[in-house]
């Protein structure tokens, strides 16, 4: 519920409601990121990247949780289906929600991972 919360707050406070995180710039998000790191009793400046690691966060979870490739990119504002790829080889279950699309309801092979040598 609190990513629907963090949404919905967006939603009132952005410019552009087809795009929710176009308006923020890099200083206020990296001030608001050091006061956060502040109140976690952490350093801002000994992470070299934090908005790619909370941004692979993100789209990581989205993959392994089984969201589909064009939702992730259009949340994750990526230009191309190539950057979203690479979140989405972390998603082992996608290849059976794909191959259970082609079976008769009710007929749902069980898959195996097979590893290459």
Same mark, same amino acid.
């Given at each position: 519920?609190?990513?629907?919360?963090?949404?919905?707050?967006?939603?009132?406070?952005?410019?552009?409601?087809?795009?929710?995180?176009?308006?923020?710039?890099?200083?206020?998000?990296?001030?608001?990121?050091?006061?956060?790191?502040? @109140?976690?009793?952490?350093?801002?400046? @000994?992470?070299?990247?934090?908005? /790619?690691?909370?941004? /692979?966060?993100?789209?990581?979870?989205?993959?392994?949780?089984?969201?589909?490739?064009?939702?992730?990119?259009?949340?994750?504002? /990526?230009?191309?289906?190539?950057?979203?790829?690479?979140?989405?080889?972390?998603?082992?279950?996608?290849?059976?929600?794909?191959?259970?699309?082609?079976?008769?309801?009710?007929?749902?092979?069980?898959?195996?991972?097979?590893?290459?040598?």
């Amino acid at each position: 519920m609190a990513a629907q919360a963090a949404l919905t707050r967006r939603r009132s406070a952005c410019t552009n409601p087809e795009s929710r995180f176009k308006d923020i710039n890099a200083d206020q998000a990296r001030r608001l990121l050091q006061e956060i790191y502040k @109140k976690l009793g952490g350093e801002y400046a @000994k992470i070299t990247q934090p908005f /790619h690691v909370f941004r /692979h966060s993100c789209a990581s979870r989205m993959a392994t949780r089984g969201v589909d490739a064009n939702r992730i990119k259009e949340w994750m504002d /990526h230009a191309s289906f190539v950057t979203t790829e690479r979140y989405m080889k972390l998603a082992p279950s996608a290849l059976e929600m794909a191959t259970s699309a082609l079976e008769p309801e009710g007929m749902h092979p069980a898959l195996r991972l097979v590893a290459n040598n």
